[in-house]
């Protein structure tokens, strides 16, 4: 696992948001620490033990407070096809993405565009995607795996597929995070 030096602004950067936390409560409670896969370019993931608590069948997360009080969950839509689409172009996604990329592909559903796109965007190949989403318990078939790459290459002719494009996106989710955190740190607002 890679590690920074002590004096790397990545660590002066945690070290600042962990010495404000450390004055809070919540459930779960630990230091936020900054992961890559292998090196600064792979990965570059924030992590706290909160992301633990279970909340798709149970909500307790979004049901846990900090300092007492009620808190609030973010999340972005289709988030790296957005990043990717605005890095690289500058272009909005618009409205519906997914839905959008279903309705050229033959009608196929969010939930499957989505982990087309989740796949396809992290593979390093086509030829690995292909075989990642062959093998997914999704069912994706030839056909509509083709559908889904050509629906895709209409709508967003610029997006980047099967570039390992996803391992650059979470990098890039990390540090738009970590300065939400250093943000929330200034105006003392306890973010995870």
């Not at 696992?1 to 660590?11: G, I």
């Not at 909340?55 to 972005?76: G, H, W």
């Not at 292909?130 to 997914?136: C, E, F, H, V, Y």
Request: aromatic share 10%.
């Amino acid at each position: 696992n890679f590690k920074f030096p002590e004096a790397h602004p990545e660590v002066i950067d945690l070290t600042e948001i962990n010495e404000f936390l450390k004055g809070h409560m919540w459930a779960f409670k630990g230091p936020v620490a900054l992961r890559y896969k292998n090196t600064p370019f792979q990965g570059g993931r924030l992590y706290t033990p909160f992301q633990n608590l279970p909340d798709r069948k149970s909500r307790v997360r979004i049901n846990t407070r900090i300092n007492d009080q009620p808190i609030a969950e973010v999340d972005f839509s289709c988030n790296h096809l957005r990043l990717n689409l605005a890095y690289q172009d500058g272009i909005d996604a618009g409205e519906t993405p997914y839905e959008d990329i279903g309705e050229l592909a033959g009608g196929l559903s969010r939930d499957s565009v989505k982990g087309f796109i989740t796949v396809a965007m992290g593979a390093s190949t086509k030829n690995k995607a292909i075989r990642a989403l062959n093998g997914s318990n999704h069912g994706y078939g030839h056909k509509a795996v083709g559908a889904l790459i050509e629906a895709t290459n209409k709508r967003f002719p610029t997006l980047e597929l099967f570039s390992g494009w996803g391992l650059f996106a979470q990098n890039l989710e990390g540090q738009i995070l970590k300065d939400v955190l250093l943000e929330g740190v200034k105006k003392d607002i306890v973010c995870l």
